[in-house]
């Protein structure tokens, strides 16, 4: 079965401290894996694809990590700041079908 | 400018009643989806839809069904709703079925 974990369920950070939130697959065969964020009351917004050839990429101060290996994804929020509060997701492409698999999503607050 | 707009942002209702949300986009995409956010915050997809195919998560019971007068919407009607129904809706769309989907801001519906 066609799974995506994430850890942890909810963080609290200081703003201006950076972050790493997890995301584990069982997804076979793998086509891609994307970070969302979505803000309170609002739709998921997406913040980088990741593809089975890419190890490492970044959008601004998020940069996102992928193991296809292990099948283990990061994203890293540096020098946080309150507009980071938010819900982020993990969704993994693949597996029968090609479907799309969301994960549970980490919230995360950024406190002054 | 909104790229894809659902209505209403909230409906309320009673069991047993008939609703539909409305979805439309304007991004010129061929593929919309919708999807169900539960009160733990997962998001599960019901329906994707172009043109040519309508794919239905088997989850998905068929007092749920998806219409479309063109492709720039994609409606979602409930028949004889359930305290069960009672989550955010999302509609979204993309470029082609594998492309990154844009979502719109979520109906929250609350079945009393």
């Known amino acids: 079965k066609n799974q995506v974990e994430q850890s942890p369920q909810s963080l609290i950070i200081l703003e201006g401290k950076n972050c790493t939130l997890q995301?584990?697959?069982?997804?076979?065969?793998?086509?891609?894996l994307r970070w969302y964020k979505q803000d309170t009351g609002r739709g998921p917004v997406s913040l980088t694809i990741?593809?089975?050839?890419?190890n490492t990429k970044s959008n601004g101060r998020y940069t996102a990590t992928l193991d296809a290996d292990t099948k283990q994804s990061s994203l890293h929020i540096t020098a946080s700041q309150l507009s980071d509060s938010a819900s982020y997701i993990c969704v993994v492409r693949g597996g029968a079908g090609n479907m799309l698999t969301f994960g549970g999503g980490t919230r995360l607050m950024v406190k002054p | 400018d909104t790229a894809v707009s659902q209505t209403p942002k909230y409906l309320v209702t009673q069991m047993g009643n008939d609703k539909s949300i409305k979805c439309e986009q304007n991004l010129g995409h061929d593929t919309m989806y919708w999807y169900k956010q539960d009160s733990k915050k997962f998001l599960k997809i019901m329906f994707s839809y172009n043109n040519k195919e309508l794919i239905i998560n088997e989850t998905v019971p068929n007092r749920f069904s998806p219409k479309s007068p063109d492709k720039a919407h994609l409606n979602l009607h409930i028949n004889s709703l359930e305290l069960g129904d009672s989550a955010v809706y999302f509609c979204?769309?993309?470029?082609?079925?594998?492309?990154?989907?844009?979502f719109g801001p979520g109906t929250r519906l609350t079945v009393t």
């Open positions: 990741m593809t089975f050839s890419e």
């Open positions: 979204a769309s993309s470029h082609l079925s594998g492309n990154e989907q844009y």
């Open positions: 995301c584990n697959y069982t997804v076979s065969p793998f086509s891609n």
